[in-house]
């Protein structure tokens, strides 16, 4: 059957589509061979991705939810960005980016309801192979001590709650305050949850800084930092987590303290 898709297909022009859909319809057709898929199975297949598209609108994508736990989402990023040892991976954006957080001076706090356990961030953004990088846009956004996201919760947080974008300085360094985040679950609710579920899979995300840094002559880069002592660190349901991303929230008197480093890839030439 998958050689006679093939042989139909080869009528349509040579295109990436082409090329996809004919690899798609391959490795489906051997996964339905192999696994001896029954008519019901199939009914229920489609009933599953039915669900999944009736759940997907302008507020909540669960198409992108089930790219994220399967990990198509990551590898995707992986394949995408590539980074050599030595720079800051890059992982996804995740869904509560906003590219429109204020600018704010050097230690300024981006926590506009000051509820949470206090945090000092600092940091340093370099170039692989060498020195700071002064000047570089640094964003940064975060969930609160709930693990809620303030565009999840218009109604319950300020506007551009725990966001905020600065500008290291000569030395490559920047910090600012905020609260602790916590870690989150997500969406459990609709058909991808249900799915995970049944395998019991945990939808839970360790608690974790985002950042998106942007210097003249760099590759931007987009990631997280997560605390190494979250109970999920190692269950991450997106698959986020990689080594040099996990880092020490220090407990002092005055609350956390930690410490990021970022290191840039330059431009790829051509
Ligand atoms: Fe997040």
Redesign the pocket.
């Known amino acids: 059957m998958a050689r006679a898709f093939a042989a139909r297909l080869e009528h349509a022009a040579p295109s990436r589509l082409r090329e996809s859909v004919g690899s798609a319809v391959e490795t489906l057709h051997g996964l339905v061979a192999g696994l001896g898929l029954t008519p019901a199975e199939l009914r229920a297949s489609v009933a599953f991705l039915t669900d999944v598209g009736h759940h997907a609108d302008d507020r909540r994508q669960e198409w992108v939810l089930l790219a994220d736990v399967l990990g198509v989402s990551s590898l995707v990023e992986d394949l995408s960005a590539p980074r050599p040892a030595g720079a800051t991976p890059n992982t996804v954006a995740?869904p509560?980016y906003r590219a429109d957080a204020p600018d704010l001076p050097a230690g300024a706090t981006i926590s506009r309801d000051g509820k949470g356990e206090p945090l000092a961030v600092s940091g340093r953004v370099a170039a692989l192979g060498g020195g700071p990088l002064a000047g570089a846009v640094v964003e940064v956004?975060?969930?609160n001590g709930e693990g809620r996201?303030e565009n999840q919760e218009p109604d319950r947080q300020p506007e551009n709650n725990l966001r905020g974008r600065f500008r290291t300085d000569t030395q490559g360094r920047f910090a600012f305050r905020s609260v602790m985040?916590a870690g989150?679950a997500l969406p459990a609710d609709g058909p991808v949850g249900r799915l995970m579920a049944a395998l019991g899979l945990a939808l839970q995300?360790p608690a974790?800084l985002?950042f998106r840094v942007t210097a003249n002559g760099h590759e931007r880069l987009t990631t997280?930092v997560f605390d190494r002592d979250d109970p999920a660190i190692d269950g991450d349901a997106i698959f986020g987590v990689k080594p040099e991303l996990k880092v020490e929230f220090r407990c002092t008197t005055a609350g956390r303290t930690v410490d990021v480093d970022f290191v840039l890839c330059p431009l790829r030439q051509g």
Do not use: D, L, N, S
Request: hydrophobic share 25%.
């Open positions: 995740g509560f956004w975060q969930a996201y985040p989150y995300r974790h985002h997280h």
